[in-house]
């Protein structure tokens, strides 16, 4: 079962994701700040990376720089979901294999994470 590692701090939204990831054969495992994202089982690797760009301690784009410049995480997909921000404005470090604004569409969302690990599990 492929798993997707989510951090939103926005509960309604956290919780719709979970419920209809986990509908679609997903396993998925929610964090609600940096903080508790943090203090993950670091060996338990996902097959994709879903974040929130805004957090109440932090951002998005500074975990999706956390995960694309570790050498033991660099090759799992990240999708960032913003109301806000736009793809333009990551960081160089932060090179998401995707990106959704908010609100987005649930079907549409669904069908970029099933590109982007279908990419990765082609390119292993």
Known sequence: MRKIYIVEDD????????????????????????????????????????????LPDGSGIDLCTEIKTSRENAEIPVLIMSAHAQLKNFADDCQPDGFISKPFDIDHLLSQIKEIIGNRENHR
Do not use: G
């Open 11 to 54: 509960d309604s939204i956290r919780e719709i994701l979970e419920i209809f990831l986990i509908s679609e054969d997903f396993a998925v495992q929610s964090f609600e700040t940096v903080k508790d994202f943090d203090q993950r089982n670091k060996e338990d690797k996902p097959d994709l990376y879903l974040f929130d760009v805004m």
